[in-house]
């Protein structure tokens, strides 16, 4: 007897995510949507530049990549059976390399054309208008002024501080990047801010989201501001960007799509709170942010353990507590988790000042709340009034 | 009250709210006695929301389905120059003009209790809030401004809805699923914000559900996202005179097939997913944007939200997609769309043309100019928009 095996009907398909320049960045989410009815789509989570193989049936496949910034590289492709397809997706390029990573998470346009409605615009025409407005304040209310763009800046006092402002513009933008040097001796027991005091407006205060490392190096961040008045503050971390990202744009179907990965990863993020507390506070807010609340475990309370003079992680752990366990149980915990949060500091992401000043809401209306959460609140509140809505960062006027 | 459409409360259902204020008698151009501030905050009337919250409501009553919670109530305040009635096309009041409450601090507060109040008959039940009208942002915190608002010069804020409150202390109602559509500016006048941030938190609005420690009616999660109009600190735009505003105009679109999903099924299954709602309706405002020179506005997410279904469309309909093609050449053209053995020919006009296409891979686009020469695309039309540029040999 012959047994016949039956023809082949599934290819194999190589996608690529490609960018003109060498940039790093996981979590882009992939629909691979077949151009018939009947075929399943697939929906994938990838990195910039690398190969990705999956099989799937034969036919015509149309290839989308959507990308944190809210642009979208497209490609068709046939596959047929028992071969391989090739589909590149092309990134467009930016004007320069140094906007490589910020034009995958960001979209400069959208707030560019925004900004013409804005009822108080600021276009810093050249750098030595962005440079004067400058300068690196410290929780301590030191300020240290930025003279030029290529200058280091030495904090008085001797502690080794130092922050690199590298300030470019284009015809659309302008950017300031901060980069930590390597040797920075940072101890966790204090804040950085940005102040930016455009011509004829009030200032703001950026609470800078610093140490952020990456692989044990202290990792870049881009300032960048079209015009508006909130600028897009990047953290140039390929494994972490796009997740906050895609929550920052509200794209959080990008997210759904491959929500397992990205609550894996964040899940990891927060795992590795250690090597980074302040991305694993933004792994933790990304979890409450998708519902995952047991993929938090007790990690958020050993970041408010572990690190005090990081607002974001007593502010995660009360939370966390509010929303998993009767409030009789844990009130006295949770009170005094967001007074030494609304005493200790900034927090560092918008949400962070949101939820502090919503749970002690919450705290204020039981009926006997603890005298100290009076304060808090009211010092929780005057930071949601002065906070920017549309900042991932705490962006805070003065 | 103002039900415009109800139905048995026993089951699951779809609540929704919606509030236009257009009419503001304390402010700039009202009929009533301004505000002692009122020229220094320069609000003014507004054309848009009375239309716009009627049109929601309209969408919800004809056309909105979703067989797991169909639509159970529909409330409707509006606050118009010139009062109308409402005539549904479907439930108890079918065919029956219907007297539309003004939206007043009063009657707007009374309507988000009755409206909660529904929604906590059910677990799975969907809550719909859909506001037009003056808002102002200060830090964090947002407010709606209610017809009345102004009324009082020593409690300014006595007749705003103090929204993020709203927002937080719905975490108390029984049913789970909820979006809110807010569409409305979050620029408020320095002299307005400066006097509210001085008062911090609410300043007085009422946030008529007020939040409560402990108090989670539900152990499942809530999801219960915010749909902005406009970025904070932003204005939002309609035309002027118009009755729909922009927002409110792509929001349409976006329900009514531009916005749906079909990810679980290509081609075939189609709903509508509140994650992805927020990208949809920004895509439309920028095609609008850049075709017509409409304000740019850039919508904005918030609230704790994961993805929930609020319409299914029926079966075997696919949903109609925006498509902008555009030329290098700014001549006219004819147009000609073919699918398989359909052909649509189009009368001449110039680059860019603006079509509207079914859901469907493989439409090839040719662009026959006067003097000979054919310009060619090819493009699946997919949700949200699509873009294509013809091209000579009509590369994709």
Redesign the interface.
């Known amino acids: 007897m012959t047994q016949i095996d039956p023809a082949p009907t599934k290819g194999t398909l190589h996608l690529r995510v490609g960018s003109p320049f060498d940039v790093r960045l996981e979590g882009i989410a992939v629909d691979v949507v077949p151009l018939r009815a009947g075929l399943s789509a697939k929906h994938l989570d990838v990195a910039v530049g690398q190969d990705t193989t999956l099989e799937v049936e034969a036919g015509d496949y149309l290839i989308e990549a959507r990308l944190p910034s809210g642009a979208v590289a497209s490609a068709t492709c046939s596959v047929t059976p028992a071969s391989t397809s090739e589909a590149l997706l092309p990134l467009p390029a930016p004007p320069h390399e140094w906007l490589a990573f910020t034009r995958l998470v960001a979209r400069p346009e959208r707030a560019d054309r925004r900004a013409r409605y804005d009822s108080q615009p600021w276009r810093p025409r050249t750098p030595a208008d962005v440079q004067a407005g400058m300068a690196i304040v410290s929780a301590r209310g030191e300020a240290w002024a930025c003279p030029d763009g290529q200058s280091f800046v030495e904090p008085p006092g001797g502690r080794g501080r130092r922050v690199l402002c590298d300030l470019g513009t284009d015809e659309r933008l302008s950017s300031c990047i901060l980069r930590p040097d390597a040797g920075w001796p940072y101890t966790y027991d204090e804040q950085l801010f940005l102040r930016i005091t455009p011509p004829c407006s009030q200032s703001s205060l950026l609470v800078l989201p610093v140490p952020w490392f990456l692989d044990a190096q202290l990792a870049p961040l881009q300032v960048l501001w079209t015009g508006g008045r909130i600028p897009a503050v990047i953290v140039q971390d390929p494994g972490v960007g796009a997740v906050l990202a895609y929550l920052d744009s509200g794209d959080t179907a990008a997210a759904r799509r491959s929500a397992d990965a990205i609550a894996d990863k964040a899940e990891r993020i927060l795992f590795d709170k250690v090597k980074n507390p302040v991305a694993a506070a933004g792994g933790a807010y990304v979890l409450l942010r998708l519902g995952q609340l047991a993929k938090l475990h007790d990690w958020v309370g050993n970041l408010a353990a572990w690190y005090p003079a990081l607002p974001d992680g007593a502010i995660l752990r009360a939370t966390q507590l509010l929303r998993t366990s009767p409030a009789a149980e844990v009130k006295e915990e949770v009170t005094r988790l967001l007074v030494r949060a609304a005493q200790g500091g900034y927090p560092v992401y918008t949400e962070g000042v949101r939820l502090l000043a919503s749970s002690l809401r919450l705290l204020a209306s039981d009926d006997a709340p603890a005298p100290q959460v009076a304060d808090a609140l009211k010092a929780a509140q005057s930071m949601e009034a002065h906070a920017s809505a549309d900042s991932m960062f705490t962006w805070l006027d003065e | 009250m103002t039900l415009t459409f109800s139905s048995p409360p026993d089951n699951p259902g779809t609540h929704v709210l919606a509030i236009g204020v257009g009419v503001y008698p304390h402010l700039v151009g009202g009929a009533g006695a301004p505000a002692s501030d009122a020229a220094a905050w320069g609000m003014k009337q507004l054309s848009t929301p009375p239309g716009s919250a009627i049109e929601v409501a309209r969408w919800f009553i004809d056309e909105h389905r979703n067989p797991a919670c169909p639509l159970a109530s529909v409330e409707l305040l509006v606050s118009a120059s010139v009062d109308a009635p409402f005539r549904p096309s479907r439930g108890p009041l079918a065919q029956q003009d219907v007297a539309i409450e003004h939206a007043t601090q009063q009657n707007v507060v009374a309507a988000i209790k009755r409206w909660k109040k529904r929604l906590d008959g059910d677990e799975q039940s969907t809550g719909v809030f859909y506001f037009a009208g003056h808002g102002m ?5 947002s407010f709606l401004l209610s017809e009345t608002f102004g009324s009082d010069d020593d409690a300014t804020m006595k007749d705003a809805i103090y929204f ?2 709203l927002h ?1 202390g719905m975490e108390r109602c029984l049913a789970r699923r909820q979006i809110f559509l807010i569409d409305a500016c ?2 408020a006048p320095q002299a307005l914000t400066s006097r ?2 001085a008062a ?2 609410g300043a007085g609005a009422d946030p008529v559900i ?5 108090a989670h009616p539900s152990t499942l ?1 809530r ?1 219960a ?1 915010i ?1 902005y109009s406009t ?5 939002a735009f309609g035309p002027a005179g118009g009755l729909m505003s922009y927002f409110t105009s792509a929001l349409l679109r976006a329900l009514r097939g531009a916005g749906w ?8 299954t189609w709903v509508l ?1 509140t ?2 709602l ?2 949809h309706i ?2 439309l405002m ?1 095609l609008d ?1 850049e075709l017509h020179g409409s ?8 609230g ?4 929930f279904i609020l319409h299914v469309p029926p079966p075997a309909t696919p949903p109609r997609i925006p498509i902008a093609v555009q030329a290098a050449r700014s001549d006219p053209a004819s147009l000609k769309v073919t699918l398989g053995a359909s052909v649509q020919q189009m009368q001449p006009s110039s680059s860019p043309w603006e079509l509207e296409l079914e859901a469907a ?2 439409y090839q686009i040719d662009a026959d100019f006067a003097d000979g020469a054919r310009l060619s695309a090819r493009l ?1 039309a ?1 949700p949200t928009l699509r873009k294509a540029t013809v091209v000579p040999g009509g590369a ?1």
Do not use: H, Y
């Open positions: 942002q200060s830090g964090l915190s993020t409150g937080l979050r620029n509210v941030a911090g938190g007020e939040p409560r420690v402990g999660p999801d996202p749909i970025a904070s600190e932003a204005a999903d079909d990810g679980d099924d290509p081609w075939n997913r994650d992805s927020t990208r920004g895509n920028q944007s304000s740019f506005q850039a919508p904005r997410a918030g704790d939200a994961q993805s891979p493989g699946s997919r994709t």
